[in-house]
């Protein structure tokens, strides 16, 4: 069986066939008692209900000379119980560049309550429209309803003017509770192109255009100052009108090993593409490779590493130290940012300060400190570049349109004798040329005037993991032995802060207690804590007295089995997505304790996935001249399976969990 | 005492091998005893709180830290808060190296600054200076310089030399200016001797000081901080803020205060009178009243914090939350105190600090201490305590948010400090009881009732009011200790009396739950109810033990078995009695079922650092006996 995603991914210009005229059966201000009654079939669970929400956005000229959005939103709610008051507070994000800020206006709330059979409204004071400053870039706008009670039906709508044409608003079909009607209009005119984007499960219940003529008027204020007043120039052009609607939209619902809900939501969403006449014609959006070439002239972006860069003299010097080759400098390079500069925020695509303040400051984010890393390679004259992707919590991105709001993350990639190398500076403890696995999250683009593509797939990473125990008997008849245990690369990169944090004392203290204390554990060691691209290796003796019983039970697995199925829920709705395949080995030799024969051990078990072997479970255990011997694989080469696939996935768990709790049962000869 | 000796000559030794040219702050000069234990050092910290007048008052801190490792760079870190009424002066930081050597220098112009909005809060206007020097070649040292203005004198600082476990002081003061007729007051604790008083023309200037202390580890069920290191707090006699005086004198004279922040702001609306009236006339028993206002008021209002400079600490009017139906929590007390007042019933706005663990309050030491207000409705015989920020607790519930600890009611002739509720063994209780199938594939249908009563029924309290019971079936089916499993059914039944209790059915299907081997059949008949708690043994106990909360929990358990099976080993019977506890486990096996019986009674209060083994071993007794199986075998 081929894996299917049932994810609809929609990338296009417009082409929409022409169909239905049914419009929202609401109206603000229109409440009455009978809407109070209503019930809801489609969630006889929810706690507020959706009844419609409808938006809107219309080009009109401005007083600059350009043309503004114009965005209206119109939304009702039913709120049924007091878990659906939170949908009561809203919160409404503004963009601002400089003194430039997209405008407000128009804001009205009203909440209506069912009091001895009338409808009363309550409506919003506009002196609780609080105003606060998020960042540089954005305000919000929140406020709460009044008089909010079980049984409400609010509604809002407001107006929001903007200047910034590529701020065109996505529009989200599916939230938090389930949407009766979710209505978005946009009129597009034909001087603007725009590239959407629509994903999500949910049909549309309609999807038309129409075809408009109308008229615009764009005020132009006049250069010279001498001459005050402005131009108006007046003029028509064709508009289509698009229509998005989605009736009975179930809530959206957080499950386990999703990567991000927002790649599941039903949404549309907008990139400028093309400006045409009557402005001066103009790509925004073309190709990757002009796209990279644009990011690389902006100042917030590449532009420094254009430049000569001779501030950076000191750093490399004091980096660099006695390499002998291009590879050992870059190491080193690297090393040096990771361990002396703090990424303080991820997920950060600009640059806020420049390269210089970053390095003198110490601190960056994680853009700033891979753009610095690609500066100082670039600086030695090595082919380094960075590198933009979406991580595992910002969904996917696309590689068919360079559609750059959906990256969040800066790495570098450096080719050194003609082999490539990725690196990410900016988080301490990660090896040179190792990305985390939420970087491993499928298209990437290198930034160089070809804009290459790279395809980081969850899995072509592999967790492989060992642990081979022996133990022999002392001469008191207790268990001596020895244990090696090498967690995979990721497990060995968050133990290794574990470590740095703690110790390795509290590590194999912390181990004691797990195994109940009666454990002694000597020579205990870890190799490989600060080589950083190599999974740890632990390591350690041990003896545990027993209790020498007539029937002795004994538990093969210690404390490396699996206890808990990590799919726990009977049902799924989205696809798992697993971080990085798995690869498991776990081995046992034991040599039978004196005095004692084996009575009972784990019968073998070989469980496959599926026909395609995409994961098996294997899980032996013999005794052969008083040695007893297990050994026990979990291998899965595939982190996406869909929710139809999701059973296969639970019950192998539960099998591997089963076997992993057995018993291997000794008796005393008689 | 050998160890000492050792530690006072390397002392020594290491003062006197100070580098000439080294800077102030080099690294070498500090005591290798400061260093044990220690992941920063407070070098130096000068805290001066200036009372300018009634009305205003300036804080400066000077403090540098020398930081030896990761772990110690929190504290190097610069953070302070401001708004309306506390401003940031001026602030200014500068790095050194290990040698004392300046590296960088910061203002205040230069520092980060953020919004601060705290957890819940809906809006408020506090924004946060920050700045911090990301150094990360060790050892370093940073030195901070602010000057803090207060706009009002309601607050004052508190001083605690060791911020915390890890990190130990050189040299660290507190000093309090203020005009010589003015009497500020102070409490503190494990400080040797009394503060230094010196006058001046105007003034008057009380210092604190320490030296020399060395870090401290924590250690689980720990005191109070200031039960183990130094703490001094401060207070005003007289005080301003805005346009409202006081005096903190007393309890008495600061419960004053805060009725008249609140005074007059309980006029209600006439529709709001006419409803209190239509709800409360016809009832005879003020109990009765008083629940149902107080499920009147839960169903008409909400929680939405809004705390913009007094706000923060006066409550809105009770018309305003009337009309918007919605206040923070003194807003929403004093509406529930408006209608009750309206109704004939007398009540008090009462001041607690609210949080699970946050019962620090010294009761001698009248201060603003409190960051939450309940409302207390006394009886002729008892007492009815109201939590008015939620909607669902039963009236004269408070939960582990605000019982078993001090509040301060208010009237207008004053506070008065008294006690919350406070529920132990006999009232957080969680009785179940469990009728299971075990089927001949391992699988164990599970019929689980459970009564939760007290502080063991707040989480499924939280759980079946917060979420739809779609969610609650998606909690349970990944919350319970289970590898794999499904919930058939579940039911839960809340009886909301002044100590509420919850009825909890569960029909549960648990795959291998007994693992079955050729001839053999593992079980572990504690199905639900097993301890976690581990402390790892320590041998070097310092400190006290303080165990929080009282509990008592008890199981009954019966298992049917497949046809078959005898018994091969049985785990044995377990009886602990202890001064932090008591445990009882039973297992027995008859007619084809397993019997099991488990009771475990945990104690609160405070126990000598010498028990502490015995507290581990309590633990760790029930941790396995909680896990013990019982192995049955084939007849043959």
Known sequence: MKVQSILVILLGLFSFEMSAQEKAKIKFGKVSPGDFKAVYPIDSNASAVIIGDIGSTDFVGNDKGSFALEFKRYCRVHILNKNGYDISKVEIPIYRVDEAEEELTSIKAVTYNLENGKVVETKLDPKSIFKEKISKKKVVKKFTFPAVREGSIIEFEYKLKSDFLFNLRPWEFQGSYPTLWSEYIVGMPEFLNYVSLTQGYQPYYIKDQKDKRESYSVEIKKENAMLSGSDRINFSAGVTFFRWVMKDVPALKEESYTSTLSNHIARIEFQLAEYREPFIPKKVMNTWAETARRLLDEEDFGKSLQEENEWLNDAISTAGKNAKTSLEQAKNIYAWLRDNMTCTNYNSFYTTKSLKATLNSKSGSEAEINLLLTAMLKKLGMEADPVILSTRSNGYAYALYPLIDRFNYIVTRV?????????????????FNKLGYDCYNGHARVIEPNAAGVEFKPESLMEKELTSVFITNDANGNLVGSLQHSPGYYSSY??????????????????????????????????????????????????LPTDKEDIWYFNPMFSEGWKENPFKSTERLYPVEMPYGIDQTFLLRMDVPPGYAVDELPKPIIVKLNPEDEGNFEYRAVETAGVVSIRSRIRLSRTYFSPEEYVMLREFFNLVVKKHNEQIVFKKKK | MKARLMIGCLLLVSSALLHASDGKYSVSGISPVLRMNAHAVVRLEELKFEIKSVKEAVQTNHYVITVFNENGDRWAQFSEYYDNLRSIVSAEGILYDANGTQLKKVKKKDMGDLKSTSVGTFIDDSRVKFHNFYQRTYPYTVEYTVEIAYKSTLFFPMWAPRASGGIAVEKSSLSVVCPADYQFRYESFLYNGEPVVQKEKNTRTTTWSVNNQPAITKEPYSPLWHEISTVVILGPTEFQIENYKGNMMSWKDFGKFVYSLKAGRDQLPDNIKQTVHQIADGLTDPREKIARLYEYMQKNTRYIGIQLGIGGWQPFDAKYVAA???????????????????????????????GKYANYITSEFPAQQFNHVILCVPLQKDTVWLECTSQTLPAGYLGDFTEGRYALLINESGGELVRTPEYGKNENLQTRRIKAVLENNGTLQVKANTNYEGLQQDDIHGLINNLSPDKVKEYLHEELDFATYEVNKFDYKEKKTAIPSILEALDISVSNYATITGKRLFIIPNIMSRSYQKPAADSTRRYDIQLGTAYTETDTVEIQLPAGYEAEALPADVSLSTAFGTYKSTTKLADGKIYYYRCMEQSSGRFPAANYAELVKFYETIYKADRSRIVLIKNK
């Not at chain 1, 109940?516 to 003796?541: C, F, H, K, M, Q």
């Open chain 1, 415 to 431: 080719v050194i004798d003609g082999k490539t190398y990725y690196l990410d500076a900016s988080r301490p403890m990660l090896g």
């Open chain 1, 494 to 543: 968050s133990l290794r802060s574990r470590l740095k944090e703690k110790g390795q004392d509290a590590y194999f203290n912390d181990l004691k207690k797990e195994a109940g204390g009666e454990i002694e554990i000597t020579e205990p060691a870890i190799d490989s804590v600060n080589n950083y691209e190599a999974p740890l290796a632990i390591r350690y003796s041990f003896k």
């Open chain 2, 324 to 354: 918007n139906g919605y206040g923070d929590c003194k807003a929403l007390v004093n509406y529930m105190y408006s209608l009750l007042k309206e109704a004939g019933i007398n009540s008090y706005y009462s001041l607690v600090r609210a």
